[in-house]
């Protein structure tokens, strides 16, 4: 049997029951299990000791990890943050399947690059879609974190601007997108209950995007729907993110039709 795992301070099913249908589907005798490691670099060398096919790297773990693994793929090197390892005979390469799925989901959803937009956050899913934004003809972007150095950093990076707050309301301040990529909203967090971006801003935007994958519907996406904003969700960025690890993984590239029954076996959850 071969083992794959994933790596995340608040563990969820979502990937666990994404992986595990599919292995089930296609006859693979392989099993996924999910874990909230106390010491990254002890776990990092367990799927490295202990012959672990594949790891998934969630928040916040996706920059620690690139000290501990051995090759970096160019999707992950480019923007300085991992969200999968894959173990080949002991080498680990690391890659990143959040800029594939942040980039696919504003195709589908055809977002103009003239949209301004805000991102708030500055860790490593910060720097996947920011660097997808930019690939994708975004001008208009703020980056909001509170950490002026990191903020700074990844605005610099690719030409945007920063701010350490939410330009006040009052000022007029808005943008055509918002994109939550802080934990705000996540289950099981000290902020699960509150709203990433402010009323206001929700009711001012055209497009509201989080990528807090745990619950699908956070604080901020239930209050876009109901403003009746286009919403795109974390569900979404885990589904595409998950199928490029497993392929990265397995080699194999399940079916539309397969894809689609895994996301609802994981969303039924």
Not at 70 to 78: F, G, H, I, N, R
Not at 103 to 108: A, G, I, K, P
Not at 161 to 168: I, M, N, T
Not at 173 to 198: H, K, Q, R, W
């Amino acid at each position: 049997m071969t083992l794959c795992i994933s790596l995340s301070a608040r563990p969820s099913n979502n990937g666990t029951r994404f992986h595990n249908y599919l292995y089930e589907q296609l006859g693979l005798n392989w099993i996924y299990k999910a874990f909230a490691p106390t010491d990254l670099a002890q776990a990092v060398a367990g799927v490295r000791g202990l012959g672990i096919r594949g790891c998934a790297v969630s928040m916040p773990y996706k920059e620690d990890v690139i000290a501990l693994v051995d090759v970096l793929d160019p999707s992950a090197k480019a923007i300085d943050s991992v969200n999968t390892i894959v173990n080949d005979g002991g080498t680990l390469t690391a890659y990143n399947t959040d800029y594939t799925a942040i980039e696919q989901l504003l195709q589908r959803n055809a977002v103009p690059s003239s949209y301004s937009v805000w991102v708030l956050g500055s860790g490593g899913m910060a720097k996947a879609t920011v660097a997808a934004l930019r690939d994708a003809g975004f001008k208009d972007v703020t980056v909001i974190a509170r950490n002026e150095a990191a903020g700074r950093a990844l605005a610099g990076l690719y030409g945007f601007a920063w701010s350490p707050e939410l330009p006040a309301s009052d000022g007029g301040g808005s943008a055509d997108m918002l994109i939550n990529v802080t934990p705000v909203g996540m289950a099981g967090g000290p902020d699960a209950e509150a709203l990433s971006f402010p009323q206001e801003a929700i009711d001012a935007a055209k497009v509201v995007f989080d990528v807090v994958a745990l619950p699908a519907e956070t604080p901020l996406i239930k209050a876009a729907r109901a403003a009746g904003k286009t919403v795109i969700t974390g569900a979404e960025v885990a589904t595409i993110q998950a199928l490029e690890q497993f392929v990265l993984y397995t080699g194999i590239r399940p079916t539309d039709e397969q894809v689609r029954a895994a996301e609802e076996f994981m969303r039924a959850q």
